[in-house]
């Protein structure tokens, strides 16, 4: 893949130097597509906003790596599959991470090392984790253009197993393992990343989700005061507390919510018709959906409940929800409002399977918090990569390991001359045209 254009490369912050793409000759990258995370690190300012709200007590005259080039290297790292701050050591060396870091790949001062990037993790007080996490939140609002007229938020928990003795950890005996259960919250129409919160393992108390989603929701609408918000999640978040605070605060929810007897008994009269009418059919099942008012004995007032009665030749299955909707028949509550939270667990599954975000192995809880930022940072560098790529092209919609093998993984040769730094692909790259299109698209406009 060549390019005979003078223009800066992707770069713009090394204005003394022209870069291009047709040489024969220079050092290998192995990571040649890190050069488009770099272009979408920019695009979105991350490592800068995070640099901003994290202290820096060293001498300036003697600082070799500043705050944001630390994080800006850990943050591509991760993205490129290097989950492990270790890999840095290598990594610091190498020309196509330093020229994605706005360093000359040869002259320039190699990247900071492991033990740099693991003091960092471990630096920020109390007080800037909590700046850091809300810097999520202020990243997800600002990557609207304009207030949304309404948005709903996928709440849930995961397991995060540990391997040693850190702080917060407790045996979980539904995981049968000693673990975190970090909270994770996503826009449901978007997929982006709103909130994650490392937390013990255990199930959270009606009382902690209540607080977590008081802060979430008064920095939401610091910045959406009119926005409509709806709040999604299984039946650990349909707490009484959680619910009764959401209906005084504006806030609609839509909760699963455990079955019990008193359930089954209001809905016997729509469950014995399905009952019968799949008999008298003989159908392998029968599916429908019915509408109660319920309130139990913990809640101070009946909220709507929807059900889905499914009867088949082993029985009957009876599914409910409590939300605060007015709106909608129970097949669209139950069926195509409430069923899509299941895209928040494939969500999560990205997060930790092709981030690697599970590697919270620091003993401090805040240091772990540090890492689940940074990996989210790393999960907003790749969403937005992969929202750059055109609708038609089929790796619009990749997972992040495809994207990760077909355009990040890319062999390049890199040199820098006197004047300019050359990089060279191979001719018989299968993504060539994508790769040019997309560096061309995602460059800083200005000359």
């Not at 009418?277 to 409940?305: C, D, F, H, N, P």
């Not at 909707?325 to 069926?335: C, V």
């Not at 001359?417 to 460059?443: D, K």
Request: proline letters at 5%; a positive charge; aromatic letters at 6%.
């Amino acid at each position: 893949m060549s390019d005979d254009t003078s223009q800066p490369f992707l770069f713009p912050a090394i204005r003394h130097k022209k870069i291009t793409a047709d040489f024969d000759g220079g050092r290998i990258t192995s990571d040649g597509g890190v050069l488009l995370l770099a272009a979408a690190e920019r695009r979105i300012g991350m490592a800068d906003r995070l640099a901003r709200l994290i202290a820096d007590p060293r001498n300036p005259r003697r600082v070799t790596h500043g705050v944001a080039d630390i994080l800006r290297a850990r943050m591509l790292a991760i993205a490129c599959g290097y989950e492990d701050a270790d890999d840095l050591d290598h990594l610091r060396c190498d020309p196509g991470f330093k020229l994605a870091c706005g360093r000359l790949p040869d002259t320039g001062r190699d990247l900071c090392s492991q033990p740099t990037i693991s003091r960092w993790e471990n630096a920020p007080t109390l007080r800037e984790v909590i700046r850091l996490t809300y810097a999520l939140v202020d990243t997800w609002c600002d990557s609207y253009a304009r207030p949304p007229a309404a948005v709903t938020l996928d709440i849930d928990d995961t397991v995060d197993v540990v391997h040693g003795h850190q702080q917060l950890a407790l045996f979980n005996a539904h995981h049968d393992e000693r673990c975190f259960m970090p909270i994770h919250v996503y826009d449901a129409a978007t997929s982006r990343p709103v909130a994650i919160i490392i937390r013990p393992g255990k199930t959270p108390s009606g009382q902690e989700i209540r607080g977590h989603l008081r802060r979430l929701i008064r920095r939401i609408r610091s910045h959406w005061p009119n926005t409509r918000l709806t709040i999604r999640g299984d039946g650990h978040y349909g707490r009484p507390e959680v619910m009764a605070w959401c209906e005084a605060h504006d806030v609609d929810y839509i909760f699963g919510l455990p079955g019990n007897s008193v359930l089954h008994r209001l809905l016997e009269p729509s469950a014995d018709d399905i009952r019968v009418r799949r008999a008298g059919t003989r159908a392998q099942s029968l599916r429908g959906y019915a509408e109660i008012r319920y309130g139990a004995k913990s809640w101070k007032q009946q909220r709507r409940v929807a059900a889905r009665i499914e009867a088949t030749t082993l029985g009957l299955d009876i599914r409910c929800v409590v939300t605060s909707l007015r709106g909608g028949n129970a097949e669209w509550l139950y069926g195509a409002l409430y069923c899509a939270r299941g895209q928040a667990e494939n969500l999560i599954r990205r997060h930790k399977g092709q981030l690697a975000s599970d590697r919270t192995s620091c003993r401090s809880p805040l240091a772990n918090q540090v890492r689940l930022v940074l990996h989210t940072a790393a999960y907003w560098l790749m969403l937005t990569l992969r929202d750059a790529i055109p609708a038609p092209q089929p790796l619009a919609s990749a997972e992040f390991t495809t994207l990760r093998n077909r355009l990040l993984k890319i062999a390049g040769r890199i040199l820098e001359t006197a004047t300019r730094v050359r990089i060279a692909f191979a001719a018989a790259c299968p993504e060539a045209a994508l790769f040019r299109s997309l560096a061309i698209s995602m460059q800083a406009a200005g000359p």
